[in-house]
């Protein structure tokens, strides 16, 4: 029986790495897909801020901008995309330099063009209050279809998740879009000089939205099943997360006064073992009642039992890991 890792590794809470979108196909996570992003300005560019609040404060746009781009490069990260930044730093780097790296004209590392660009800004109508703008917009160039279909695709996700009005898709003759060889969107995401806008681009959950919403629309884009940030496992006090590692695959199991508990489900697939069941509240294998726990609805038997019943090879703490919560199972069969 051989599962793929992602089929059987499912849940796992803390090992993020591991927790893949379940049923996406392998090949599209092993296709190497380059992002560019891009935080519009540098941090001191001038004019660039909303008007002064009531108190004499104010934020700067690339605050925003790079606080999204930030959070985006980490939701694409987890999706298997490459990253390249094409505006690190503080520095308002050149626009012509942003495309360039995209491009790869100047060398970007990659070795080749980006597959998408992304550029994130706030917008502005004016430098004072003014109640009447407002909404998210998106910019692509004019009659490239591929441009206007990445940008249909994150705005669907964009107007989902936050609560903007909806300005639609544009086209104008803007830089980035014009001069970046792959399809390439420029985002406005609200407006500073409105003043409810202005208190929503500086919240860390409206900039986590947005980076989110960009994310799933790259994924939607690119075909790709969006992986979702995985929620930490809470265990009972006394019980803690432990690696198991079967053959090539890692599961996560629990360590409970010392002792390693494996998913029984996750880890009896991995070795094709199916003839075990569950009954009264213990898992039976081959009329052996083994010491069960049942923890967030999964049940965790002793990997030494494993041994014990001939089941598998051999059971031991891996000598190699840093801290002693890696156990390797070696199964009687390569798997
Ligand atoms: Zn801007």
């Known amino acids: ?54 108190d004499g404060t104010y934020m700067k746009e690339n605050e925003f901008n790079r606080a999204v781009i930030d959070k985006l490069n980490v939701h694409l990260k987890r999706n298997k995309f490459q990253v390249l930044h094409v505006s690190a730093g503080d520095k308002d780097v050149p626009l012509k330099t942003r495309t360039d790296l995209a491009n790869n004209t100047i060398p970007n590392g990659f070795g080749r063009p980006a597959d998408a660009f992304v550029s994130v800004h706030a917008n502005a109508a004016g430098n004072v209050w003014n109640s009447k703008v407002k909404g998210i917009e998106i910019f692509y160039r004019a009659g490239y279809k591929e441009g206007k279909k990445l940008a249909q695709d994150v705005q669907e996700h964009l107007v989902k998740g936050t609560p903007l009005f909806n300005r639609g898709l544009k086209t104008n003759n803007l830089h980035v879009t014009r001069e970046a060889k792959m399809p390439a969107i420029l985002i406005e995401g609200g407006f500073m000089d ?20 960009i994310a799933r629309g790259l994924c939607q884009y690119f075909g790709r099943q969006y992986i979702e940030v995985s929620k930490p496992v809470v265990l009972p006090s006394g019980m803690y997360p432990g690696e198991i590692i079967i053959g090539q695959t890692s599961l996560l199991g629990l360590l409970i006064e010392g002792r390693s508990w494996i998913p029984v489900r996750d880890s009896f697939n991995v070795m094709g073992i199916n003839t075990w069941l569950f009954d009264n509240k213990s898992i039976v294998v081959n009329g052996n009642v083994l010491e069960t726990k049942i923890i967030n609805g999964s049940s965790y038997i002793k990997s030494v039992d494993l041994q014990s019943l001939g089941l598998v090879k051999s059971v031991f703490l891996d000598p190699d890991a840093v801290n002693t919560k890696r156990v390797l199972i070696y199964p009687k069969e390569a798997v």
Do not use: W
Not at 195 to 213: G, I, T
């Open 1 to 54: 029986m051989s599962l793929s890792k992602k089929s059987v590794v499912r849940n796992l809470g803390t090992y993020s790495t591991l927790s893949q979108g379940a049923g996406a196909p392998e090949r599209l996570y092993n296709m190497k897909i380059l992002i560019a992003t891009d935080d519009g300005h540098g941090i001191d560019t001038n004019g660039k801020r909303t008007p002064l609040f009531e």
């Open 194 to 213: 409105n003043q409810d806008e202005a208190k929503l681009l500086m919240s860390d959950a409206y900039r986590e939205e947005c980076a989110e919403e």
